[in-house]
């Protein structure tokens, strides 16, 4: 506590020399009142011409360059944009022109396969034709060619059955006659 | 009030003889204006596309300056800019160097202000008269007061014009001399409070120096736009 006491008085004296420096307001005495006056005009005017001069200037191109190149990035940027604009719209064209060359493409391809179908189809169908005629007369030939065997086959039966029954032997002419005579009214039934 | 005290550093110089010896006061001129040159000399060092933190804050100032000049004044007083400029930094350099403990607040001498605001009342009258010649005396007459009034007010006008510098001037120094005294005076008051009774006149203390700091920032750009204003009456000749 004494400690402390002893502090706040020697704190108080010097507090109070300090007062006894401070009388009145030492801005009303005129002494150095040139002398202020005087570095006042000189240190400003180093301090204005020097800002003036030299850094004001610098600060003012700095903040144009700025300014300018801000400009010209988004005229850039603008141009850049309108280039992609552009390029996708050049992209879309190509789209659609390859969209309409593969329906030609496809509907070309398509008659060109419908015609080839067609005129092989045509071909096949000829050639099944000419197969049917063929068949038919290989048929009507056969047919032609059996009904004479079977006349035969019958005229040859008919003798021998003829000569079997009464021993006798007609003679081949009237048999032959006989037969076709038959087979011409059976005929009918068997084809 | 020792810490406005004047007192010689160095030599006594006599011109012609008036004594125009370096003083504490002279010092921190010097020292409040080379920190200014220090700051934009380190603000334009790098002219960077993305400026660093201290070419912004020179930007931030100089596009200050410009805007409040351009708003306050027009474009015609864009070749005052400089002029501004470099008093609103100074100001501001010497009032914010003066917040410094054991420093010396140059701009709390009424002389101090005093000149600078008789140089811009002088140089605003001459670029007055010089823009608008003798038309420049019709800023004395309001336009649209009644015609009995006009004597009365024309007077006024006067009186306000011709007292521009000492408000402009005793605004500056008392603004920044009362700060200071208040702040010793509270300092004081923790002194002689001691350890029981000081921490209170200490959070004073505390608070009115970041007050002090505000006004200094205040004082300047006020001392700064009434300067652009005075402009504006001697470009812009209009009421």
Known sequence: MNKYFSFTIALLAIQNDLFAAEVGMPQLDPKYWASQAFWLILVFSILYISLAKFY???????????????????????????????????????????????????????????????????????????????????????????????????????????????????????????VEDISKKNLGKYL | MQQFSVHKIGPEIKIAGIDLSFTNASLFMVISASAILLFLFIGTKKKEIIPNKIQLIAEMFYTFVAKMISDTAGSKAKPYFPFIFSLFMFVLFCNMVGMLPYSFTVTSHIIVTLIMALF??????????????????????????????????????????LSRPVSLSVRLFANMMAGHTMLKVFGGFVISLGLLG??????????????????????????????????????????
Not at chain 1, 114 to 139: N, R
Not at chain 1, 152 to 177: Q, T, V, Y
Request: aromatic share 8%; with cysteine.
């Open chain 2, 120 to 161: 811009i009342f002088i140089a605003v009258t001459i670029i007055g008269f010089a823009k608008h010649g003798f038309k420049y005396l019709s800023i004395f007459v309001p336009s649209g007061v009644p015609a009995l009034l006009l004597p009365l007010i024309t007077v006024i006008e006067i009186i306000s014009y």
């Open chain 2, 198 to 239: 000081g921490w209170l006149p200490l959070g004073f203390s505390v608070a009115l120096t970041g007050l002090e700091i505000l006004v200094a920032f205040l004082q300047a750009y006020v001392f700064a736009i009434l300067t652009c204003i005075y402009l504006n009456d001697a470009l812009n000749l209009h009421h």
């Open chain 1, 56 to 178: 004001l200037p610098k600060i003012k191109n700095n903040l144009e360059n700025r300014e300018n190149k801000i400009k010209d990035d988004l005229d850039d940027a603008n141009k850049f944009k309108e280039l992609s604009e552009s390029k996708i719209r050049e992209y879309e064209n190509i789209l659609e022109n390859a969209k309409k060359e593969v329906i030609k493409i496809y509907i070309e391809s398509k008659n060109s396969l419908d015609k080839d179908i067609q005129s092989k189809k045509e071909v096949i169908e000829k050639e099944i034709e000419k197969e049917i005629i063929k068949a038919q007369k290989e048929i009507s030939d056969l047919k032609k060619n059996s009904i004479s065997d079977i006349q035969k086959i019958s005229e040859n039966i008919a003798s021998d059955i003829i000569e079997k029954i009464s021993g006798d032997k007609l003679n081949e002419s009237s048999i032959k006659a006989a």
